[in-house]
């Protein structure tokens, strides 16, 4: 099969060893890649009840079969872990270089095990891995690390990830960075890093990747650019990017605003939605092999942080540190986003985790004392700066923080676990379920905790019709968002040209057989999903989850919105059961949420 290499390699970073392990074409035919091949080998590969911070947990970076194909929004890969935020599932996305450089140094992926007896980074070429001393650059942000192993001999257009010191000091919702400003964000896949002692992976290949019809992929991508470019849709994402998602989210009344107090706030707008953040966008960028250019460069023209530059931010990080902790100020949310992306932390969950400690402080659960003299008020900007500070150098109460909201609220105590928005210990992303019933079905069933990732239920409930306050065909609908997001991160393409162009199943169908020679119907692509998300769920249940986890906190279950246009609505416990009968049942899997034999034999798959 072409577009892979067929081989992944392992690295033992206790003993020094490494070896390859082959992929058989029929096992690339059935996962894809990316999420689904990530699966199979967490799964085989990594012991039961691993501890996350231990040298046996297992740290597995992905390419996919578009991977340097050019395909539309092919640059991603997947880092798939045990989480130390969850316990779980994890599998985190990113664009960047390295992806092409794995391949082009003739591998799939990276299965990374064992601790380093002192830091250290990999140099992968050619001639295989090298494990380097990192000590000179231990304690570096990332931007910082970048630059000097860039600066290396021979390494100035390689790719690099890497952790900063929010990874090295064990947060628990630390990322990894990759050219500069691209993350592999949620669910601490950093923190992994950090604990094995590994600081970045430089990866820079010479081999030319293979496919199948490559003059096919260009035609098909002229054509689709030449459909796309007459698109509305596409024109404004490619204008104003993911800020424009946060004029949707304000209307529908799902805007996160005062740690999920609220659904709306007019102060965001014209100042940190896309009309305020186009203001100081001075160019726009394209990853690699993508027409979207939805990437925009922004810069702080005047005040306190003048002249500081971002690739962003996206909507998530305007969502996080903007509305929900009521700040309206851009600068502030551009000067936190270089920070946490310099520092190596989830801007989700930092938004999240702050806005949890600032209603803490509100409803005099957490004092200044406790603070360090921090007064963690919304709308601080001051205070949310040094707030993640605090967290990256677990200073004070920054070390509970760090933890996660989850932890933050058992050793805080006094109810705050009611409004301690998270799912399994992944903390809430930029979307209120009280006004989107389907994102609180979402939230709720996912692997790795509270995701928009898995599924998107905005574009049906808030954009396409979908009445947002009713339960009726919500299950089937998040199993259909579900299986068409594990086909496109199986395959490793970018959600902006899979759901904005928008190019559909059937097109990558087209692109699967051009880049691999296979042909592929969308019945494959389904099954292939079913399996994927069946075997991630044999996983978590191996792991101890249990229906009981799919659950969401207090306050989106009973406290109603108080604004907007889901005034007077929660999800409700009632509720989200049935949604998760109906959702369950549509996988193929029991009242306890285990797949049934039936379902494990239709996708080839064994108990146990």
């Known amino acids: 099969m072409k577009g892979i290499c067929g081989k992944l390699l392992d690295i033992d970073l206790t003993s020094g060893r490494t070896k390859e392990i082959a992929i058989a074409d029929d096992v690339a035919a059935k996962y894809l890649g990316g999420r689904g091949l990530g699966a199979r080998l967490l799964f085989d590969l990594l012991p039961a009840k691993t501890e996350p911070l231990s040298p046996d947990n297992i740290l597995i970076f992905l390419t996919g079969p578009f991977t340097g194909s050019m395909a539309p929004g092919s640059s991603k890969f997947v880092v ?31 299965v990374v095990r064992g601790r380093a007896n002192a830091p ?27 630059k000097s192993l860039k600066g290396l001999e021979g390494n100035g257009s390689a790719g690099v990830s890497s952790i900063g010191p929010a990874g090295e000091n064990l947060c628990s919702y ?24 590994l600081k970045a992976i430089v990866a820079k290949g010479g081999r030319k990747v293979e496919f ?12 689709n650019y030449e459909r796309a470019k007459v698109s509305q849709v596409f024109q404004a994402r490619s204008k104003y990017g993911t800020p424009l998602t946060l004029n949707f989210t304000h209307t529908g009344g799902i805007l996160p605003t005062k740690n999920f107090q609220f659904g709306t706030w007019e102060q965001a707008l014209g100042k940190i939605d896309s009309v305020g953040v186009y203001k100081s966008v001075k160019s726009h960028r394209s990853c690699q092999s993508c027409f979207v250019h939805c990437s925009l460069i922004t810069e702080v023209e005047e005040g306190k942080y003048k002249g500081t530059t971002l690739e962003g931010p996206e909507y998530e990080t305007l969502g996080m540190f903007g509305s929900n902790l009521l700040i309206d100020s851009l600068p502030t949310i551009i000067q936190a986003n270089v920070l946490c992306d ?9 938004g999240n985790v702050i806005g949890f400690a600032m209603e803490c402080f509100e409803k005099g659960l957490l004092t200044a004392g406790e603070l360090d003299g921090l007064e963690l008020k919304f709308g601080d900007a001051e205070a949310c700066i040094a707030a993640i500070e605090m967290i990256v150098h677990r200073r004070g109460f920054g070390d509970i923080l760090a933890k996660g909201v989850r932890e933050a609220a058992r050793q805080i105590g006094g109810g705050s676990d009611r409004f301690a928005m998270q799912v399994k210990g992944l903390e809430f992303p930029a979307y209120d379920p009280r006004g989107a019933f389907g994102s609180g079905l979402s939230y709720a069933v996912s692997p790795r905790g509270a995701c928009h990732r898995r599924a998107w239920p905005p574009a049906k409930e808030i954009l396409g019709g979908v009445p947002p306050y009713t339960i009726e065909g919500k299950g089937e609908m998040i199993r259909g968002l579900y299986a068409e997001n594990s086909i496109f991160h199986s395959l490793l ?38 399996r994927t998300e069946t075997l991630i769920r044999m996983f978590n249940n191996r792991e101890g989850f249990t229906r009981r986890d799919d659950t969401l906190p207090y306050r989106t279950l009973r406290e109603p919105l108080p604004d907007g246009p889901g005034r007077g609505q929660c999800v409700g416990e009632e509720n989200l059961q049935s949604m998760i009968d109906d959702f369950y049942s549509s996988q193929g899997w029991d009242a306890a949420g285990v797949p049934t034999e039936t379902t494990l034999r239709r996708y080839d798959l064994k108990s146990g």
């Open 342 to 350: 310099k520092l190596g932390l989830d801007t989700i969950s930092t």
């Open 80 to 110: 798939v872990t045990k989480s130390p935020l969850t316990g779980g599932w994890c599998d985190s996305y990113s664009s960047g270089r390295i992806s092409l450089e794995i391949k082009k140094a003739g591998y799939d992926g990276l």
């Open 120 to 146: 250290c980074y990999l140099q992968l070429g050619d001639k295989g891995v090298e494990i380097r001393d990192a000590d000179r650059i231990w304690g570096t942000d990332s931007f910082e690390t970048e």
């Open 212 to 223: 199948h019809d490559h003059k096919r992929v260009v035609e098909l991508n002229r054509a």
């Open 493 to 530: 393409v970018c959600d902006m040209p899979a759901k904005f162009i928008p190019l559909a199943l059937d097109d990558y169908a087209t692109y699967f057989e051009a880049v691999t020679g296979e042909a592929i119907s969308r019945e494959d692509f389904q099954t292939a999903a079913g």
């Open 174 to 197: 630390a990322c990894i960075n990759s050219d500069f400003y691209r993350q592999a964000g949620r669910g601490g896949v950093g923190t992994v890093m950090g604990y094995k002692r």
